[in-house]
């Protein structure tokens, strides 16, 4: 057992106006399975890349291991598999590495092949196996669900439980559970490290946080009878000042001499009482606790269609001569919740496009409504380039709740005016979601919209769909949404 030891860590991006790190300190053993969780642009990958050394910063971190980063980059995928893995893995038994694939259920025969003719999750699962076979290696897991299907997060999610020392970075709740004992949460207000998995975490955050919310409340509610009286105060003191020269004109005879040593002595006793309430009010505004809270999102989808939207029979699905998925039978009814499930390449992402009107090779007997007005969210956001105005504009909808959106889904407001190639692939996919949410349609069909998506915006649009209950067909591996949102499974 050793210790990662970060002390007044300052870091920020050149041209940026903010830090992503400013003066923060904690300690990591390196024999805890951390989950590290976040917001999107909280600096998950950035505290990641600052561990391994790529950028330059202010403070200290100390370590006696060495930081291997996931996913690693291959170059000259076109060579074979095993002589990838010996660049990889170093000086490794090969029975090492056939007992990981084991684990892994990875078949053997993939090592003679070449790299690139590999799946993306059987890449994903090949990298882990080698890179857990350095002895002296920490590995930072960046992020590794995102070409893993469901059954394989579940066996990823137990083969990292079987493992001592890592750092991983998910928003997959369930993946989470399986694989973790400690978390460490970065936010805006703090950082916070505790022993557990995930959901022991949150259920222990939601319990702090309306712990705070409730002595929030009573605090504002003192702040505003303490204001008010600061105000009664600081006129009493007013009053007692011009009091000196009230009587000046008055036509009596008094003892100007007495009434005005009787004002000072007010005067003082005024401005003791107004220091003494200003003092207590700032002491109250500073037991003041900020939450990261989760604002409401908002949908207007479409009820003016009744009976089936869309109905397929005996349908199969085809790339040319080939059959990826056949005997597909379901129907889609207003306010159905239906998710897609089936293996990477079994036609899913398909299923999608057809129904979305895209030309498609299929058999079977397929019905559409006419009417029917669909939102789509794609998997892939390489496309989105130039202003959110531009998007905006070319998808028909109001720019301004667009934005609305993106800032609820925790987007810094100082990167909505920027080209949307700079954003980050979290960040792209939540301009993807906003641009939907904020069309008015009678379905919404939405491809894999969680990938790269924190946490705390999945439970947010998590409740936007339990409130609103829109029409939705969607393909998604996380299965904690899934558990939640869909009325229904269709299996390719």
Not at 46 to 55: E, N, S
Not at 66 to 73: Q, T
Not at 291 to 306: C, G, N, Q, V, W
Request: aromatic fraction near 8%.
């Amino acid at each position: 057992m050793s210790m990662i030891e970060i002390r007044n860590l300052t870091f920020g991006y050149d041209g940026s106006a903010e830090n992503v790190f400013e003066d923060v300190s904690f300690q990591i053993d390196t024999d805890w399975r951390l989950g590290l969780v976040g917001r999107n642009g909280a600096g998950k990958t950035t505290l990641l890349r600052l561990l391994c050394g790529q950028y330059d910063y202010s403070g200290t971190i100390s370590s006696d291991v060495s930081f291997e980063y996931f996913p690693y980059e291959v170059r000259e995928e076109s060579r074979l598999t095993m002589n990838i893995l010996d660049e990889i893995g170093g000086a490794y038994e090969f029975w090492e590495l056939q007992r990981e694939f084991s684990l892994l259920r990875l078949p053997e025969e993939l090592l003679y092949r070449p790299f690139k003719t590999l799946s993306n999750g059987e890449k994903t699962k090949t990298l882990l196996a080698v890179q857990f076979l350095k002895e002296e290696g920490f590995l930072l897991i960046d992020e590794p669900t995102n070409h893993l299907d469901g059954p394989s997060r579940a066996l990823v999610g137990d083969y990292l439980s079987g493992k001592r020392g890592f750092i991983l970075v998910s928003h997959d709740r369930a993946f989470l559970d399986r694989s973790i004992d400690h978390v460490l949460s970065l936010n805006r207000v703090d950082i916070d490290i505790q022993k557990g998995d995930f959901s022991a975490w949150w259920e222990n955050k939601e319990g702090r946080d309306e712990f705070e919310r409730q002595r929030n409340e009573k605090l504002k509610k003192e702040i505003g009878r303490l204001s008010e009286a600061a105000k009664r105060t600081s006129g009493w003191s007013k009053e007692v000042e011009a009091s000196k020269y009230g009587t000046r004109n008055s036509g009596l005879r008094i003892d100007r001499g007495h009434v005005g040593h009787q004002a000072a002595k007010m005067m003082k006793r005024s401005k003791s009482i107004e220091a003494r309430r200003k003092t207590a009010l700032e002491e109250k505004e500073g037991l003041l606790r900020n939450i990261e809270e989760r604002e409401a999102l908002k949908l207007s989808p479409r009820t003016d269609l009744s009976g089936t939207l869309f109905s397929c029979r005996a349908l199969a699905l085809r790339y040319g001569e080939k059959t990826v998925a056949g005997g597909i039978t379901f129907s889609l009814a207003p306010g159905s919740r239906t998710a897609l499930r089936g293996k990477n390449g079994s036609g899913k992402t398909t299923m999608l496009r057809l129904l979305c009107g895209e030309a498609v090779e299929y058999d079977g007997a397929v019905e559409r409504n006419s009417r029917l007005k669909v939102s789509y969210v794609p998997q892939d956001t390489g496309f989105l380039r130039g202003s959110l105005r531009d998007f905006a504009r070319e998808r028909g909808i109001d720019e301004s709740l667009c934005k609305s959106i993106l800032r609820k889904l925790g987007f810094p407001r100082s990167q909505l005016d920027r080209d949307m190639r700079e954003f980050s692939a979290g960040q792209k996919k939540k301009v993807l979601i906003a641009g939907s949410l904020s069309e008015q349609a009678h379905l919404y069909v939405w491809d894999e919209p969680l990938n790269y998506i924190d946490i705390f915006s999945r439970m947010q649009i998590e409740a936007l769909l339990l409130e609103n209950r829109p029409t939705l067909l969607f393909v998604e591996h996380d299965q904690s949404f899934c558990d939640r949102i869909a009325t229904e499974y269709v299996e390719l």
